[in-house]
């Protein structure tokens, strides 16, 4: 072998390096000329000192355990790998990777400390505070490695140099149960002589306002700090600097914090007289490490227009829908004020308008929508960049009396969770680019630490809009670190009988509120099956096994607790029916509140006005009859529990949830299907739903597609289906031989549909099909990335990449086209945990050109669209060329 392993890794975050716990699992990727799975040999140092090299099982590149000792705190480790062939034709070194062990949290010796904000004005008004301290610093500093975290946001400085490029850190989690700390190293900040720590301190996720209607988060009444500061010298001496009670507190130029409500910054204040601060005042569990990558700035873009409406009023066009905030460089002369309200939509007159993000509750006034920014300038320059909120925007309104305004000075500040690029999509239609662009950036504008509905209105991690397009980020981004870590919170947050919060972090904390209102909405179908489906997709991803060991018991008490609710709850439709109930009831989970298939597109009064079902009679949408929902989704989650049961050896398991996933599917087919093949419900949905679960029997499935296609041509070849079903809609058409109609939907344009989020110029995906209605009025949020699910179809149909079924990690995929003639190519890459795979086709008069990239220790082939199979693809480069005739 000439070539080496590549892309080494740990399951760890970190900021400018990564940061592991004491046994971190090493992963890398086989040399891209290794013929078949091999083992490796792979060496390291700690601290300079190399330990003995260990060899791998064959084909063990994937979460390889750690091999050696438990790292203690703070060790430097740097390690490398080589394949080792059969015939001493070993493959060079890789190149080393390095990464260090965090502080454990055994070692940790510094107190919390917390400001006496004795004066509260209450959630989402209170300011920022700086907590600091001074020390000495000898000559001859070799590192220095500064560990913090909070109950609350923070940003570490030494000496005014801010540490790291992490944001809003130390991020959103169920902050009874997790807490994660954040590595920096400050070498070059710490000066000999008399140096000053500080830490700003605001409220961030841990007090703020939570939700759409702005409630207070519960996790605790005092914000926190705790930061350890280890500096070692060149000959050996070590010296630690930590948070306690010789720390002081201050108000902060910040006055005012709130992640959703916005930041205001008054430049002219000067720090004041410090207070002592208060020690040991809040409660925290163990101090952890993150698995998953910093939020950070991502990407900078300056305003594509500014106009001026109106004296001292301008309005900011950027151009993108997106998550983070801006950063303002022209202040104005000292006392010049400047409000910055951030939105999605412009009204008719060209202003900025946010009253389709308002919250209603029946009987209460609306609860406006507000992200406003405020600073003040000091006179002396600078830029105003506020860490301590953020948003979601296109465009900003921006007031200021009395002085001009720089459009130059504007730029937009992108921020989320810093994801690594793993698949790309091209074609040779500019629509189906577009709206593969704007799905993109809704998940990237949602991916602030957290996988959010939306990044404005309500800002929460829904179950239900993870698991829905969990599988279509696996094919854009590494999502591995980033779900496991919102696993924890989704584990942390499970109810005492097993249901699943509807989202999580839960600030609402719901599980110590079981006489709630909403405790009652809590355990729908299709949102708490996120604990099932969301770990079964990342194994199959990644093949990371260990995501599954650490999900399975609160997999178990949920599917557990679905099947005591079918087996003991009814719906009054079937009280109705029958007082006893029916033999196979016991399994037909309908007694409990489901979401159901969620914004669905609107029925039209006779004036025009769309229809809301929740609004317009939320009892009937309330009491009606979801079991054919909850029950796919049961049999769905108990047959997938059995799949993790076997992996993880639990024989037994997987022999009974298999068997009960049989009754469940019998139970569906019994009550929801009818002979010729018609599900009760008859709708777009069900007919989706249940082809694409399997719930329909092989000998009625071609009807049950027949009578999909039906409704579709009922409603003018538009699609009826919502939150739930609308990622499988396309792809469930394809197979059942209906590709026609799948590509008919997805280039139709008028509502309800893709394109018609294009042609009114969305740059993410809506939440309601028609988020911008023909009068040109905003409805719903603007940027929620469920329906962006479709562009999996791109990648797995129109490209024609997909892993072949019970395959994991990409050890085998296929290649099958779905050409359409309004589509002449396409092309596109995905970097599997093998290596690079890419594939390009295009037609050229009546023949089909299929190139692929075959990473090494993979199998492969290529189904073309008349059926013919080239099978085991070598790795390397395939290539060929089939005549298909009329492509369509």
């Known amino acids: 072998m000439r070539n080496a392993p590549y892309d080494l890794g740990i399951d760890s975050g970190g900021d400018a390096f990564p ?13 891209s000329d290794a013929a078949r799975p091999v083992t490796y040999e792979v060496e390291c140092t700690i601290d300079g000192e190399a330990r003995p090299a260990v060899t791998t099982a064959e084909g063990g590149h994937r979460f390889a355990p750690w091999p050696w000792a438990a790292l203690d705190s703070g060790r430097q480790v740097a390690w490398r790998v080589r394949a080792l062939g059969t015939n001493g034709d070993d493959s060079p070194w890789s190149r080393w990777h390095a990464f260090e062990s965090g502080l454990l949290a055994a070692d940790w010796r510094a107190r919390w400390i917390s400001p006496p904000d004795s004066s509260d004005p209450g959630y989402g008004r209170r300011p920022a505070y700086v907590l600091s301290t001074r020390f000495e610093a000898g000559a001859g500093v070799r590192s220095a490695r500064l560990y913090a975290t909070a109950l609350g946001v923070y940003e570490a400085y030494v000496n005014g140099e801010r540490a790291g490029t992490a944001e809003l850190s130390p991020g959103s989690t169920s902050y009874d149960r997790t807490l994660y700390a954040q590595a920096a190293d ?62 002081t507190s201050e108000e902060s130029a910040i006055t005012r914090a709130d992640l959703m409500a916005g930041q205001t910054t008054d430049f002219r204040l000067r720090p004041g007289a410090g207070r002592p601060v208060l020690v040991d005042q809040v409660e925290a569990p163990a101090v952890d490490w993150s698995p998953a990558p910093p939020v950070r700035v991502v990407e900078s873009r300056p305003a594509q227009s500014v106009a001026q409406l109106s004296d001292g009023v301008w309005i900011a066009d950027f151009g993108q829908n997106a998550s983070g905030w801006i950063a303002l460089g022209d202040l104005g002369p000292a006392g010049t004020r400047t409000l910055i309200d951030h939105g999605e939509h412009l009204g008719p007159g060209g202003d900025l308008t946010t009253a389709h993000l308002d ?12 992200q406003r920014d405020e600073v003040v300038s000091g006179g002396d320059g600078g830029t105003f960049e506020p860490r301590h909120t953020v948003h979601g925007f296109r465009y900003a309104r921006l007031h200021r009396d009395g ?11 992108v921020v989320h969770s810093d994801l690594r690029r793993t698949g790309t999509f091209a074609s040779g239609h500019d629509d189906l680019n577009r709206l593969h662009e704007i799905a993109e950036w809704s998940f990237r504008g949602n991916a602030v630490d957290v996988p959010t509905d939306c990044p404005t209105r309500e800002r929460l991690a829904w179950t239900g809009d993870y698991q829905v397009f969990a599988p279509t980020a696996t094919r854009l981004y590494d999502v591995l670190g980033f779900s496991r870590k919102w696993l924890r919170s989704v584990r942390d947050d499970q109810l005492p009988d097993g249901r699943i919060a509807n989202f999580s972090p839960d600030g609402r904390r719901i599980k110590h509120h079981l006489d709630d209102q909403f405790a009652m909405m809590t355990g729908s179908a299709g949102w708490g099956d996120a604990v099932v489906a969301v770990p079964w997709e990342l194994y199959e991803s990644y093949g990371d096994r260990e995501v599954l060991a650490e999900n399975w018991a609160a997999m178990v008490r949920w599917v557990e607790w679905t099947l005591t609710a079918a087996r003991t709850l009814r719906h009054q ?52 009859d979801k079991g054919e929902i909850g029950t796919a989704f049961l049999y769905r989650s108990t047959a997938t529990l059995a799949r993790v049961a076997r992996v993880l050896d639990r024989a037994e398991d997987a022999a009974r949830y298999t068997v009960l996933a049989e009754r469940i599917r019998d139970a569906w087919r019994t009550e929801f299907l009818s002979a010729d093949g018609r599900t009760t419900g008859d709708t777009q949905a069900a007919y989706v739903r249940a082809l694409s679960l399997g719930l329909v029997p092989g000998a009625l499935r071609e009807a049950a597609a027949a009578r999909l296609v039906e409704l579709i041509r009922a409603a003018g070849t538009h699609l009826g289906t919502g939150f739930l079903a609308t990622g499988d809609l396309l792809p469930v058409l394809a197979d059942a031989g209906h590709a026609d109609v799948a590509y008919e939907l997805l280039l139709q344009r008028t509502a309800p549909s893709w394109r018609y989020m294009l042609d009114r110029g969305a740059t993410t995906v ?31 149909h129109t490209l024609g990449l997909r892993q072949t079924s019970g395959s994991i990690a990409w050890e085998s995929f296929e290649v099958a086209p779905v050409p359409h003639p309004c589509v002449p190519w396409a092309r596109g890459t995905h970097e599997s945990p093998q290596g690079t795979i890419a594939v390009e086709w295009r037609t050229v008069g009546d023949e089909l050109i299929v190139t692929v990239d075959v990473p090494p220790a993979t199998t492969a082939r290529v189904v073309f669209p008349d059926g013919t199979t080239v099978q085991h693809l070598p790795a390397g480069t395939f290539s060929a060329t089939r005549r298909v005739g009329k492509v369509g």
């Not at 007090?207 to 010298?233: C, D, K, N, S």
């Open 19 to 31: 940061v592991s716990g004491p046994t971190p699992r090493l992963s890398w990727k086989p040399p």
């Open 186 to 247: 400050v070498t070059a900040a710490v000066e000999t002589g008399e140096n000053r720590f500080a830490i700003v301190l605001s409220d961030g996720w841990y007090r703020g306002q939570v939700g759409a209607f702005r409630l207070p988060a519960g996790w605790g009444t005092v914000t926190g700090a705790r930061a350890e500061l280890h500096i070692t010298y060149e000959d050996g001496a070590r010296q630690v600097v930590r948070t306690d009670g010789t720390w």
């Open 359 to 370: 919250s209603v509750r029946p009987g209460q006034a609306p609860i406006p929508f507000v």
């Open 403 to 413: 002085a001009p305004l720089d459009p130059a000075s504007l730029v937009m500040r």
């Open 573 to 624: 439709s079937r009280v109705e029916r029958s007082a006893e109930p029916l033999p196979h009831e016991q399994y037909v989970w309908d007694g409990t509140f489901h979401w159901g298939e969620w914004t669905e597109p609107k029925e039209k009064a006779a004036d025009g006005t769309p229809i809301d079902p929740v609004k317009d009679n939320p009892v009937a949408w309330f009491t009606a």
């Open 766 to 796: 809506w939440e309601d099909w028609e988020g911008v209605d023909d009068t040109g009025t905003a409805h719903e949020s603007l940027n929620h990335y469920s329906k962006g699910a479709v562009i999996r179809f791109l990648h797995t």
